[in-house]
C-alpha cells in the first residue's frame, strides 16, 4: 500500500493526489505535561497514528494526512512545564497558513483532526474565518468524540477520554509503548472529570488546580489489549467520516 502521509511522498505525487480531489486530513494536537508516565507528546503521537490509521482504513477514498502541527492552546498544563501553548491570534494565524498552502497546491477539502480537548473552543470559532478566508471546504472534528459511543465498553474506570488516563495511557502502549514509564504508573491517578462548580459558568483553571499528578482518571488500569481496541475504535470513527465526505454526505 502507497503511503498516506504528506511527508512521505514527492511534490509530483501530490501533485496528482490534487488532481483526484483527494482529501486532506490535517491533524492538530499538543505538547503538554501527561503526568509522571507518559511524554508530552502524547496529543501529538496519538493524533498522528489515529489519523495514519483510519487514512489506510478508508482506502476506497483518496485522503492524504498532513504533517501534525504539534502546537495548540494549552495554557491549563502551563504550569506542570514541559508545555508549548499558542495564543488566540497566533494560532488563528499558522493555521490558515496551513490551509492556504494546501489551497495553493490545488486541494480543495480538508478535514481538521484534532486531538487535544484544549484546541476544541478555538477550532470551532475559526471555522468562518476559515470560510470567508479561503475556498476550501473545511470540517473539524475530534477523534475521541466522533468514536465516544464506542469507547465506554472498552474500559474499566471511564467512558471516554480524560488525560493521561486509562485511555491515553493504553494507546500509547500500543502507539509508543517505549515512552510509557511503566514504573510510574503507580502514581498515574488523579482527580476524576476534571470539572467541577456551575456548568453554565466559563472560567480558566489551571491543571494545579484540578489534579497534584497531572493526571484526570486512573492510568494503572491501562493496558495495551486496551489500547489497541480504543485505537481501533477512533480509527474506524475516522475513516467513516472520511468515507462520508468522499461521497459528498
Known amino acids: 500500500m502507497a503511503s498516506v502521509l504528506w511527508m512521505d511522498l514527492t511534490a509530483e505525487e501530490l501533485r496528482a493526489k490534487a488532481a483526484k480531489d483527494a482529501i486532506v486530513v490535517l491533524p492538530v494536537a499538543s505538547i503538554e505535561q501527561h ?3 507518559l511524554p508530552v507528546g502524547v496529543d501529538t503521537i496519538l493524533c498522528s497514528g489515529v489519523c495514519k490509521a483510519a487514512a489506510e482504513r478508508a482506502d476506497d477514498v483518496d485522503v492524504v494526512v498532513a504533517p501534525t502541527l504539534w502546537c495548540g492552546m494549552a495554557e491549563h498544563h502551563m504550569a506542570f512545564g514541559g508545555t508549548f501553548t499558542f495564543d488566540i ?3 488563528r494565524a499558522v493555521l490558515l497558513s496551513l490551509l492556504k498552502s494546501i489551497e495553493r497546491h490545488g486541494f480543495h477539502r480538508v478535514l481538521i ?7 476544541i473552543a478555538a477550532l470551532t470559532a475559526f471555522l468562518p474565518d476559515f470560510a470567508r478566508e479561503t475556498r476550501l471546504h473545511v470540517e473539524a472534528t475530534t477523534y ?3 468514536a465516544e459511543a464506542a469507547l465506554p465498553a472498552l474500559l474499566e474506570d471511564q467512558k471516554g477520554v480524560q488525560h493521561a488516563c486509562e485511555v491515553e495511557t493504553s494507546m500509547m502502549m500500543v502507539l509508543a509503548p517505549g515512552c510509557v514509564r511503566e514504573p510510574r504508573l503507580s502514581e498515574a491517578f488523579g482527580a476524576r472529570g476534571g ?3 456551575r456548568p453554565e459558568v466559563s472560567r480558566h483553571r489551571s491543571f494545579r488546580d484540578m489534579t497534584e499528578t497531572g493526571v484526570i482518571g486512573d492510568a494503572r488500569r491501562a493496558t495495551a489489549e486496551k489500547g489497541q481496541a480504543c485505537l481501533d475504535a477512533c480509527a474506524e470513527a475516522l475513516a467513516g467520516l472520511l468515507r462520508e465526505m468522499g461521497k459528498g454526505i
Do not use: K, Q, R
Not at 113 to 119: D, F, K, T
Open 113 to 119: 483532526v484534532n486531538g487535544h480537548g484544549g484546541n
Open 195 to 197: 470539572s467541577s462548580g
Open 89 to 91: 491570534p497566533t494560532y
Open 35 to 37: 503526568g509522571p508516565h
Open 144 to 146: 475521541f468524540l466522533l
